[in-house]
């Protein structure tokens, strides 16, 4: 006698159900279907209902408020990894537009890690950059007017080639505001630089030389397409850096953090004490032409700082330490440094050299090589200089 399985598909085609009871089947079906349906409804009201309650509404906004204003640390800290947890948790779009004009409208931003990320060359960077300076409205503005409105925005980058994109974005931005005040943005770019210079050259106490208006006239003839600009204007713009500095943004609450952002070289060195004469291991920061030594890596401020402002540094003979180097100040006079002391009191430094001592050959050369090049570098003059250049074989030509 044959024997009807449940599990005949394991053996063949299963026999067709009577008609009855597939009708039946269908109508249970049916009704599971409904009720389902009627569930989510319920569901979805009771969830409508509870994003409706204003409790839970503060809540969330609280919330979102939370992770905003911890994007925004982020972004002092470390410009890249901010604007990808804003990007990523919705508050920011990774489009030009969006992201300038955070950086351009948003308050309790650092201003030196919005110059940071303005500075980079990926070509999102410069596209923001482009938009960012074109958020600046310099019509009818005086150039150094609108230099001091720039300039607030953010803090400028120490590598000449960040200032370099960032001075021709502005020069380019005020000759679109401002036609007709010059005959090329390679003026405005030129001009630009004389003025920061001139600020610099006028109101830091270390400048013993200060220009006269006729000499800051003198160093820019000629720079307008092989022409003189008027008088009248250099006048002008003299007198009002005179009478008022630039006013550069401080970093907002991150201490000297962002200071040590892609420095020009870090590392351990050995270092000879000033008064007591031992030699002991420190972390070492080489940025913005000042020399900055830590205990530890992880450090959050320096126990002492070195100006490197008319130093020189040398390789140095000791039979006790193969791999030294000292800087000194060629009129032997006392370096002007600062250190703490242990109850964190801020005292000057009483070395009439700092003498170092590297690891190997190679690290006492790179060291020295860095030193080098980080006393004599300032890139306004060097930029300046390339572009008067340019203007001049172009009027040549």
């Known amino acids: 006698m044959a024997i ?137 503005l005086n150039l150094v007017q609108a230099l001091r409105q720039f300039l607030w925005s953010f803090r400028l980058p120490g590598e000449a080639q960040k200032i370099d994109r960032m001075m021709e974005a502005f020069a380019t931005r005020y000759c679109d505001c401002n036609p007709g005040v010059f005959q090329s943005t390679d003026t405005c770019y030129i001009l630009s630089f004389a003025i920061i210079m001139l600020n610099t050259s006028l109101h830091n106490p270390n400048v013993k030389d200060k220009p006269s208006l006729q000499r800051f006239i003198s160093m820019n003839r000629g720079i307008n397409n092989g022409e003189d600009l008027p008088s009248e204007m250099l006048t002008k713009l003299y007198a009002s850096i005179r009478s008022e500095p630039f006013k550069i943004p401080e970093d907002d609450g991150n201490d000297l953090t962002l200071t040590f952002f892609n420095p020009d070289r870090e590392g351990w060195l050995l270092k000879m004490g000033g008064r007591v004469k031992t030699w002991k291991r420190r972390w070492f920061i080489l940025t913005d032409s000042c020399l900055y030594y830590f205990q530890y890596t992880t450090d959050k401020d320096p126990i002492g700082i070195i100006p490197l402002e008319n130093l020189c540094v040398r390789k140095l003979q000791d039979p006790s330490k193969p791999y030294c180097l000292e800087l000194y100040n060629p009129k032997g006079q006392k370096i002007k440094a600062c250190k703490t002391e242990n109850k964190g009191r801020v005292v000057q430094g009483k070395h009439q050299s700092y003498k170092l001592n590297a690891a190997s050959v190679e690290e006492r050369d790179d060291w020295i090589d860095a030193i080098r090049a980080s006393i004599t570098k300032d890139p306004f003059y060097d930029l300046v200089w390339m572009r008067k250049r340019k203007v001049i074989s172009n009027t040549s030509s």
């Open 4 to 140: 009807s399985r449940k599990d005949s598909f394991l053996w063949g085609k299963a026999p067709p159900r009577p008609l009855a009871e597939r009708r039946q089947s269908d109508r249970s079906y049916k009704f599971e279907l409904v009720d389902d349906i009627q569930k989510l409804k319920l569901e979805m009201h009771n969830g409508m209902t509870d994003l409706s309650n204003p409790d839970l509404k503060r809540h969330s906004k609280s919330v979102r408020n939370r992770k905003f204003v911890r994007g925004k640390k982020k972004f002092n800290m470390d410009p890249k990894v901010g604007v990808r947890y804003l990007i990523e948790h919705g508050f920011l779009e990774w489009r030009a537009e969006s992201v300038a004009e955070f950086l351009y409208k948003e308050e309790g931003l650092n201003k030196t890690a919005i110059g940071i990320f303005l500075g980079e060359r990926e070509d999102m960077h410069l596209q923001t950059l482009k938009v960012f300076v074109g958020l600046h409205e310099f019509s009818d």
